[in-house]
């Protein structure tokens, strides 16, 4: 059987397995929750969904990452921008999502809430 690595379709998910915190597996390393993916009617590859709490951890590592330093040394219009960004991605529906958030941000629980209700006051909700 060809490795994953060798296939044409794997170089195209890469990069969002990646950025999900996924992982590229064989299809014969399958689990029923894993996504096999097909080309020309043969399965090429299996990819292996993070746990939300671990997305959410990747998330946050990645945008340190395009930011260029730590989350909580951003100013607060910046952070305020990260929350509302976190919230479209659905990182506050994960458990312990914005006690996850505020510690990556260096602000309390309720500086978060105040973010997420002056943006949804904002927007009219």
Request: no cysteine.
């Amino acid at each position: 059987m060809t490795e994953p690595g060798d296939h044409p379709l794997v170089e195209a998910v890469k990069p969002l397995v990646d950025a999900m915190g996924a992982e590229i597996l064989r299809p014969d390393q399958a689990q029923p929750d894993d996504v096999v993916l097909s080309w020309d009617d043969a399965e090429v590859l299996a990819v292996r969904l993070p746990q939300l709490s671990d997305s959410l951890d990747h998330i946050l590592a990645a945008m340190e990452r395009r930011y260029g330093m730590p989350l909580s040394a951003l100013d607060r219009k910046v952070k305020q921008s990260v929350v509302r960004t976190l919230e479209a991605r659905g990182a506050f529906s994960v458990r312990h999502g914005v006690e996850t958030v505020a510690s990556a941000l260096g602000v309390s629980r309720f500086t978060v809430y105040n973010y997420l209700n002056r943006e949804n006051a904002a927007r009219g909700e």
